[in-house]
């Protein structure tokens, strides 16, 4: 099953034209890697998949990016992004308990219970691998976690309000290989429910967890197939040249 079709999918910021007739498909239950150097289009393209470039003044684009069978632009914004979730490179807790950070975003779309919630945030602080640091823990301030341990229950916000997509834009950049092991096996446990789409500047992360792997150059989609194919014998020698840290 398709979950996004991207066709000719053009963006820019004022003049500069940073992603360029994009055309690729993302896969139900797959993550997708999305490699590149700095100013690839990366972080540009993830945005768009639940409309976040439209926050910025001087944004445009052309061509049609379809969740399922619906194109996003006729999707009212704030359910897209409960259908397509993020998570963003620093963690970014709000300024409550680790119980309220899951709640706040359950409440806004109806759920107010308190049992209702506590099952809401004990899953998902599961599927996040957090439940068992701070069970106990749960009335105490996020600020009190450590860095791995935010970006996790930021992922586990973005779970309990149920959605079908999570973009994560570079989610372990800050993280310690510890922490980064643990997101990244939440993340291959996650896409039996969910589609995962992953920017990232580590390629060994990249090779590691994607099922597939994109590789953007100056705006341009070079090239994507499966993983193993991608990292052992790409069609494009740019593709290898970044793999094999030529440039980048």
Known sequence: MVKFSINDLNIWFG???????ANLE??????????????????TFLRMLNRLNELQPNFR?????????KNIRKI?????RKKVGMV?????????????????????HGKADKKSLYQKAEEALKQAYLWDEVKDRLDESAFKLSGGQQQRLCIARTLAVEPEVILFD??????????????????????ERYTIILVTNNVKQAARVGDRTAF???????????????FTAPRDSRTDDYIRGKFG
């Open 15 to 21: 003049s500069a034209h940073v992603l360029k007739s």
């Open 216 to 230: 953007f150059l100056s705006g341009e989609l070079i090239e994507l197939d499966k993983t193993d194919k991608i």
């Open 26 to 43: 993302v896969r139900a239950n797959e993550i997708l890697s999305v490699i590149g150097p700095s100013n690839s289009g990366k972080t």
């Open 61 to 69: 684009s052309s061509g049609e990016v379809l969740l399922e069978d």
């Open 170 to 191: 570079e989610p372990c950049s800050g993280l310690d290989p510890i922490s980064t092991a643990k997101v990244e096996d939440a993340m291959v446990k996650l896409k």
């Open 88 to 108: 963003f490179a620093l963690p970014l807790p709000l300024p409550l308990s680790i119980f309220e950070n899951i709640a706040y975003g359950v409440r806004m």
């Open 76 to 80: 009212d914004v704030e359910l897209l």
